[in-house]
T-cell receptor, first 112, second 111 residues
């Protein structure tokens, strides 16, 4: 049973839509992460939050906008996405930065 | 940047066989992690290794943190069909630097 949950599990959106992905961790961790996983590519780190402050932003396009209102919740707001943004978006948390990470089940995003 | 070389890329084995996969790097890591990912799911942490030379087991899985701190291996004994999936190694360098992932080993088990 995972301590990290993600909703929705599947999302299909048009290029002009605005949607949000939600992640919640029940582990009491202080750091949370967004990753993108595309077919046949390694995991790509998108954003890192530590104690609700964004500490890393790996050159992610501005059409992806993260939000961390508290240490248990992380959102990824999506707008005007492109078909190449279709991927599995994974949330993870860790006790603090520099510790092992625990992943959620992911949101399978399809942009049409 | 730091990279992990994970091998093999894929394996086809008979049920009951033992499996071995490894990760190597030119850089030192302070922690080695092994994850398994099933299709359409997130990676699940299998084993975490924190000290050079450490050997840790989790059921039929055994992993070791290489003595040079630049490699790690994962063994699965007596494989079963539910072992099918993609296995990732990941390394944590020192400090607050991000996890570095290998490209994964895709394991197929033939009954």
């Amino acid at each position: 049973e995972t301590g990290v949950t993600q909703t929705p599990r599947h999302l299909v959106m048009g290029m002009t839509n605005k949607k949000s992905l939600k992640c919640e961790q029940h582990l009491g961790h202080n750091a949370m992460y967004w990753y993108k996983q595309s077919a046949k590519k390694p995991l790509e780190l998108m954003f890192v939050y530590s104690l609700e402050e964004r500490v890393e932003n790996n050159s992610v396009p501005s059409r992806f906008s993260p939000e961390c209102p508290n240490s248990s919740h992380l959102f990824l707001h999506l707008h005007t996405l492109q078909p190449e943004d279709s991927a599995l978006y994974l949330c993870a948390s860790s006790p603090n930065r520099g510790y092992e990470q625990y992943f959620g089940p992911g949101t399978r995003l399809t942009v049409t | 940047g730091q990279q992990l070389n994970q091998s093999p890329q894929s394996m086809f084995i008979q049920e009951g066989e033992d499996v071995s996969m490894n990760c190597t790097s030119s850089s030192i890591f302070n922690t080695w992690l092994w994850y398994k990912q099933d299709p359409g799911e997130g990676p699940v942490l299998l084993i975490a290794l924190y000290k050079a030379g450490e050997l840790t087991s989790n059921g039929r899985l055994t992993a070791q943190f290489g003595i040079t701190r630049k490699d790690s291996f994962l063994n699965i004994s007596a494989s079963i069909p539910s072992d099918v999936g993609i296995y990732f190694c990941a390394g944590l360098p020192s400090g607050n630097t991000p996890l570095v992932f290998g490209k994964g080993t895709r394991l197929s088990v033939i009954a």
